[in-house]
């Protein structure tokens, strides 16, 4: 089936140290997005790419760091200068247009 | 500005009762319009989704929601809660900004349903 995989779903960090989120999609969409989740404050949008070996800033970009070596993969990497990376992070997909989204199911990342 | 507006960030409703989760919207132009479901640890689920079709839409697990330009509104409603329902809705509007579709999501409505 297809669908977006994101890895691990719970991810522990000392502070300082820079870490790497994997997403995967096999749904051939063109567009591939990364949300940071808090309680109360919804999604807020941290990078997104259109196509392969292009993305751009979302809301939040400030310590994170995107590449899009393929179409079907889009890691983001939670650096150092993040200077509050405890939260929940969502990938998502979707083909150009207005079909919505597909999530992947999120991983939590603590530092500690 | 385009922006989306979840009225109440907690809802609670006997089992059984009616759901009605308050969504509104500002847009310049004719918006796209989405309800997604988040259960807790999850991604977000879409429930169902408004293109400019029918005005009332009808989405999975007996949700619909009904379209309304004159209020800018695109309420969630089901006629009959069930224990399952319970997590958390985020209503959303998509946008054409630079030539690409770009979402715009509430700040959730956490909806709790009492036995």
């Known amino acids: 089936d297809g669908g977006i995989t994101q890895s691990p779903k719970y991810l522990f960090r000392k502070e300082g140290q820079n870490v790497t989120l994997s997403c995967e999609q096999n749904l051939n969409h063109d567009a591939m997005y990364w949300y940071r989740q808090d309680p109360g404050q919804g999604l807020r949008l941290i990078y997104y790419?259109?196509?392969?070996?292009?993305?751009q800033k979302g809301d939040i970009a400030e310590g994170y760091s995107v590449s899009r070596e393929k179409k079907e993969s889009f890691p983001l990497t939670v650096t150092s200068a993040q200077k509050n990376p405890t939260a929940f992070y969502l990938c998502a997909s979707s083909m150009q247009g207005t079909y919505g989204y597909t999530f992947g199911s999120g991983t939590r990342l603590t530092v500690v | 500005a385009q922006s989306v507006t979840q009225l109440g960030s907690h809802v609670s409703v006997s089992e059984g009762a009616l759901v009605l989760l308050r969504c509104n919207y500002s847009s310049s132009v004719p918006p796209y319009l989405f309800w997604y479901v988040q259960y807790p640890n999850q991604g977000l689920q879409l429930l169902l989704k408004y293109t400019s079709a029918a005005t009332l839409v009808k989405g999975i697990n007996g949700f619909e929601a009904e379209f309304k330009k004159s209020e800018t509104s695109f309420h969630l409603t089901k006629p009959s809660a069930h224990m399952s329902d319970a997590a958390e809705y985020f209503c959303a509007v998509s946008v054409l900004r630079s030539g690409t579709y770009k979402y715009i999501f509430g700040t959730g409505t956490r909806l709790k349903v009492l036995a």
């Open positions: 790419s259109q196509i392969v070996n292009d993305f």
